[in-house]
């Protein structure tokens, strides 16, 4: 199976900050990677599929990048909305894998 | 507006049984694949299975394979879940999902989630 880490685990910032958090893959697995938000007691939120694409009706602080096995999720301006826990997955194969989450916490 | 809702879960004996049921609105059930995922209390996400659109293609976790099996019926709209020889480490919330396309096989993201019915196996 492909394993997914993620950096930081979490992440101190105050509104206004740009943050971005990485997420590696085992081996490579092209563009085929998505980011979820959840917050507590929620189901997650698909916010950026195929590695960069935004989904409909997220805002466009958000961004993804990267290809192959290094990937980020850049929030370019944080909202009090954003303070969340957020995952990565990797669906290259029918054994999709998720990254343990970086939990973004008010600093 | 996509909805998924599930049911079925609830307290159950390690080695016993459930079947878990999530009911779909506000799409065309028959054209989506769909998976299972499940969160164990403050863990984080582990895929469980996929289905095919026909639900003649099934994939499940290395962690389930044997035990649970996964179904369809989409003239009900309807996904589940059976869960059999049910351990301790099976205790999370299950979510049903939609998957962006029809290849369960893999290449598409979960694009809408249930809100998650919690599963607890305990003696």
């Known amino acids: 199976d492909i394993q997914m880490t993620q950096s930081p685990s979490t992440l101190a910032a105050s509104v206004g900050d740009r943050v971005t958090i990485t997420c590696r893959a085992s081996q490579s697995i092209n563009q085929w990677l998505a980011w979820y938000q959840q917050k507590p007691g929620k189901a997650p939120k698909l916010l950026i599929s195929?590695?960069?694409q935004l989904q409909s009706g997220v805002p466009s602080r958000f961004s993804g990048s990267g290809i192959g096995t290094e990937f980020t999720l850049t929030i370019s301006s944080l909202q009090p909305d954003d303070f969340a826990t957020y995952f990565c997955q990797q669906y290259n194969s029918y054994s999709r894998t998720f990254g343990p989450g970086t939990k973004l916490v008010v600093k | 507006e996509v909805q998924l809702l599930e049911s079925g879960g609830g307290l159950v004996l390690p080695g016993g049984s459930l079947r878990l049921s999530c009911v779909a609105s506000?799409?065309?059930?028959?054209?989506?694949?769909m998976s299972w995922v499940r969160q164990a209390p403050g863990k984080g996400l582990e895929w469980v299975s996929s289905?095919?659109?026909?639900?003649?293609?099934?994939y499940h976790a290395d962690s389930v394979k044997g035990r649970f099996t996964t179904s369809r019926d989409n003239s009900m709209n309807t996904l589940h879940l059976q869960m059999t020889s049910l351990r301790g480490e099976d205790t999370a919330v299950y979510y049903c999902?939609?998957?962006?396309?029809?290849?369960?096989?893999?290449?598409?993201?979960?694009?809408?989630w249930g809100r998650g019915t919690l599963v607890t196996v305990s003696s």
């Open positions: 289905i095919s659109t026909s639900g003649t293609s099934t």
């Open positions: 999902t939609k998957l962006m396309g029809i290849r369960a096989s893999g290449t598409i993201p979960h694009d809408f």
């Open positions: 506000g799409f065309i059930f028959g054209d989506s694949a």
């Open positions: 195929d590695a960069f």
